[in-house]
């Protein structure tokens, strides 16, 4: 077993040698998560309660985008990184997964909602995704979404950063875990689609449909729960909206600009070198962990 300490970091050209460490984690919400566990404010709460929906099944297209090309890839070290890279994003999915007991538990109806993603996004998008682009498609949207988390996952590493203050403990050693390991692996995906297909085209459509789907599918979501959000008043509404709105623009203002650097022809994730954000967190013991194994 590797400890995260371990983690390398080799740069040659422009492909990434990080390989990301696969953590079998057991965080518990429990029951006493407020049903506005985002500061309060129901909008970010529901907003937020969004992203744990699409990230489960998110990540299985990920995983399937991915392991469409594992057997063209010749690179053994990109080979172990794409081993990694699908460990860690199962356990994400499954950590995500727990909370829509909560979700459900606060009458949210979270079900209903996964059903019409799955329909929609899975079973006609994806398959037209392939018929267009190819199986390179769903690559390059995953490659386009894992440049988002890594943006993300970045924002509430940096010093001084208030994304995750307030949330109820558990929550935030979550989130920050889910961050961190965004960090480790976020080369992986952008990595095979360079060796499959070098195309600024593919590389640019991925990012255009992956952040169509990502902001329709988040604040369908989004709506979705505060409709069935049997609590929420029109005065909650309008009383969270200001904070909701403006809170993070500095957030919002930091995600467009290093959004644009993935247009460049020469971007690659590993342009910002963040392993060194991440790793007071990963050797703090804040991740509650079944077993910890190399990648
Ligand atoms: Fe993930
Ligand atoms: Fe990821």
Same mark, same amino acid.
């Given at each position: 077993?590797?400890?995260?300490?371990?983690?390398?970091?080799?740069?040659?050209?422009?492909?990434?040698?990080? $390989?990301?460490?696969?953590?079998?984690?057991?965080? #518990?919400?429990?029951?006493?998560?407020?049903?506005?566990?985002?500061? %309060? +404010?129901?909008?970010?709460?529901?907003? +937020? +309660?969004?992203?744990?929906?699409?990230?489960?099944?998110?990540?299985?297209?990920?995983?399937?985008?991915?392991?469409?090309?594992?057997?063209?890839?010749?690179?053994?070290?990109?080979?172990?990184?794409?081993?990694?890279?699908?460990? #860690?994003?199962?356990?994400?999915?499954?950590?995500?997964?727990?909370?829509?007991?909560?979700?459900?538990?606060?009458?949210?109806?979270?079900?209903?909602?996964?059903?019409? @993603?799955?329909?929609?996004?899975? *079973?006609?998008? *994806?398959?037209? %995704?392939?018929?267009? @682009?190819?199986?390179?498609?769903?690559?390059?949207?995953?490659?386009?979404?894992? =440049?988002?988390?890594?943006?993300?996952?970045?924002?509430?590493?940096?010093?001084?950063?208030?994304?995750?203050?307030?949330?109820?403990?558990? $929550?935030?050693?979550?989130?920050?875990? =889910?961050?961190?390991?965004?960090?480790?692996?976020?080369?992986?995906?952008?990595?095979?689609?360079?060796?499959?297909?070098?195309?600024?085209?593919?590389?640019?459509? %991925?990012?255009?449909?992956?952040?169509? %789907?990502?902001?329709?599918?988040?604040?369908?979501?989004?709506?979705? @729960?505060?409709?069935?959000?049997?609590?929420?008043?029109?005065?909650?509404?309008?009383?969270?909206?200001?904070?909701?709105?403006?809170?993070?623009?500095?957030?919002?203002?930091?995600?467009?600009?290093?959004?644009?650097?993935?247009?460049?022809?020469?971007?690659?994730?590993?342009?910002?070198?963040?392993?060194?954000?991440?790793?007071?967190?990963? +050797?703090?013991?804040?991740?509650?962990?079944?077993?910890?194994?190399?990648?």
């Amino acid at each position: 077993m590797k400890n995260s300490n371990t983690m390398q970091m080799q740069e040659t050209g422009k492909s990434s040698k990080t $390989m990301p460490i696969v953590r079998r984690t057991d965080f #518990q919400h429990g029951s006493a998560t407020p049903r506005y566990w985002f500061k %309060g +404010n129901a909008l970010a709460t529901h907003f +937020n +309660n969004a992203m744990h929906m699409v990230f489960p099944d998110g990540e299985q297209l990920f995983i399937r985008s991915v392991r469409a090309f594992a057997n063209e890839i010749q690179d053994e070290n990109l080979k172990e990184r794409v081993k990694a890279f699908i460990g #860690q994003e199962v356990q994400h999915g499954l950590e995500h997964k727990k909370f829509w007991q909560i979700l459900e538990s606060q009458g949210l109806k979270p079900g209903d909602f996964a059903k019409w @993603f799955n329909q929609l996004a899975f *079973e006609n998008l *994806e398959p037209l %995704g392939i018929k267009v @682009f190819g199986k390179s498609g769903p690559l390059a949207v995953t490659a386009a979404l894992e =440049h988002y988390t890594a943006i993300m996952a970045e924002m509430a590493f940096q010093k001084d950063s208030e994304l995750f203050e307030g949330l109820p403990e558990e $929550m935030k050693n979550m989130l920050l875990w =889910h961050a961190a390991e965004e960090i480790e692996h976020k080369a992986v995906a952008f990595d095979v689609l360079k060796k499959v297909d070098d195309s600024d085209y593919i590389k640019i459509m %991925g990012m255009l449909v992956a952040s169509a %789907g990502l902001w329709f599918f988040v604040f369908s979501g989004m709506l979705h @729960f505060m409709r069935n959000d049997k609590e929420l008043s029109l005065a909650k509404i309008l009383q969270d909206i200001p904070d909701f709105l403006f809170g993070q623009k500095k957030l919002a203002g930091s995600i467009l600009d290093r959004l644009f650097d993935y247009f460049r022809s020469d971007f690659h994730p590993d342009d910002h070198n963040s392993l060194e954000l991440v790793q007071n967190f990963l +050797n703090s013991g804040k991740i509650p962990l079944k077993e910890k194994l190399s990648a």
